[in-house]
């Protein structure tokens, strides 16, 4: 197993000049993230990523990014980029209302809507664009969104940028929802919002019983499936299609950047509903469109999750056999059933240590601290990908147990 240990785990902060009088709280606000553990590394990669990475100058086999599929280092997504760029040149110079919308990206939408079966798709910048402005765009002061506790930021930042009431209810407690929305008779739109694939926790949202709390509550319901876009369903569109549920959610957003392995988001439905978002979407209206080729490379990869479901399937049945060797090591991982696994630690210095344990044997496991997790639930992210060996995770499990264990 590569690990090159010749410069340490962390890069060192550049010395840096004093700030002006102005500026000065900001150290008291990083010795506060300090003396709590909270503070963040800014890691450099060098060179292409897949089963491996390099960080600070240190190779570990990478269990750290969301290239669930192997795209993002694969040639093929390169050379599509490479061919988009010739053609049509790098950046897209204004917004896609304007003139940045080419035919790369036409090309793009297009073959979202068909991976999705939906009539229209729209792309933005990234997926956090296409969360906050769709959010924005639907809901209002006046209405009320119900919205999972353990949502991404993107979802949090929309519900509060659209100054509509938000109501939170506990993770996937579909009665507790349901509460929430009689509660809110004189709302004049009502909107559920949910991850179907929960970033942090590996968790599934119970998405058949969220249809049919929308259908009885005569609510919106928008789904986010940044994590299961490329890994769930027969087409891979993900767990919309594979738990049959397209028929009860209304707006689909999702991003290109993890199993696709490129970048940006989009959100997909009803036409009428995409071309009523090119008026109301505020993320898409005032900000550059991303790089044509940038949508060439994505417009690949979905062909390729089109003509390698092995991937998908593969990468599913070396997930479930991860979790399975963890769980009779007797680790606590919550209640993870996907690609997605957490291994909870505790403290925020609890999980960095498991991480720097991880990294000594040659592994890279992210710990992730609040706010991305609630106080007191800090973990290390264990995210499976296509390209993991069986050598790979059973040698992972054994490195986990054997820290956990020890502590
Ligand atoms: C659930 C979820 N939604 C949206 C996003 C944002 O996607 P992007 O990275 O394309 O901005 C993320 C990214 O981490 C995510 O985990």
């Not at 073959?111 to 910048?125: N, Q």
């Not at 209304?250 to 993890?258: A, E, I, M, Q």
Request: proline content about 5%; hydrophobic content about 45%.
């Amino acid at each position: 197993m590569p690990c090159h240990l010749d410069s340490p785990a962390r890069s060192s902060p550049a010395p840096a000049a004093a700030l002006p009088a102005a500026l000065a709280w900001v150290e008291a606000e990083l010795d506060s993230l300090r003396a709590a553990g909270l503070e963040r590394p800014a890691r450099v990669r060098q060179g292409r990523q897949g089963r491996e990475v390099t960080l600070d100058r240190r190779t570990l086999v990478n269990f750290g990014s969301n290239d669930y599929l192997g795209y993002a280092g694969d040639v093929r997504l390169t050379k599509a980029a490479s061919k988009g760029a010739c053609a049509e040149g790098f950046g897209a110079g204004a917004s896609p209302l304007v003139s940045g919308h080419s035919a790369a990206h036409e090309r793009l939408e297009r073959a979202l809507a068909d991976l999705l079966a939906v009539e229209a798709a729209l792309v933005f910048p990234s997926g956090f664009a296409a969360n906050t402005a769709t959010i924005a765009a639907l809901v209002g002061p006046g209405d009320f969104i119900a919205s999972d506790a353990r949502n991404h930021a993107s979802i949090i930042d929309g519900c509060r940028l659209s100054r509509a009431e938000v109501g939170i209810y506990p993770h996937r407690d579909v009665r507790a929802l349901d509460s929430l929305l009689a509660a809110r008779p004189q709302a004049r739109r009502r909107l559920i919002v949910t991850d179907t694939l929960f970033s942090m926790d590996g968790t599934r949202a119970p998405l058949a019983d969220l249809c049919t709390a929308a259908d009885r509550h005569r609510a919106m319901l928008l789904v986010d499936e940044a994590h299961a876009t490329g890994v769930f369903g027969g087409r891979g569109s993900g767990l919309v299609e594979s738990l049959d549920c397209a028929d009860g959610v209304h707006v689909r957003v999702g991003t290109l950047s993890k199993a696709l392995g490129a970048a940006g988001g989009f959100v997909a439905g009803p036409a009428t509903f995409i071309h009523w978002l090119r008026h109301a979407a505020r993320a898409w209206i005032f900000s550059t469109a991303h790089p044509p080729a940038v949508a060439a490379a994505a417009t690949r990869a979905i062909e390729l999750v089109a003509t390698e479901p092995n991937r998908r399937r593969d990468l599913a049945a070396r997930a479930a056999a991860f979790r399975e060797r963890l769980q009779a090591a007797g680790l606590d991982i919550g209640g993870a059933e996907a690609q997605i696994v957490p291994i909870v630690a505790g403290s925020p210095d609890a999980a960095v240590a498991l991480s720097d344990g991880l990294a000594a044997a040659g592994f890279f496991v992210p710990a992730i601290r609040p706010p991305s997790v609630p106080h007191g639930k800090s973990l290390v992210r264990v995210s499976v990908c296509w390209h993991h060996s069986d050598h790979d995770l059973t040698t992972l499990a054994e490195a986990v147990a054997r820290h956990a264990h020890r502590d």
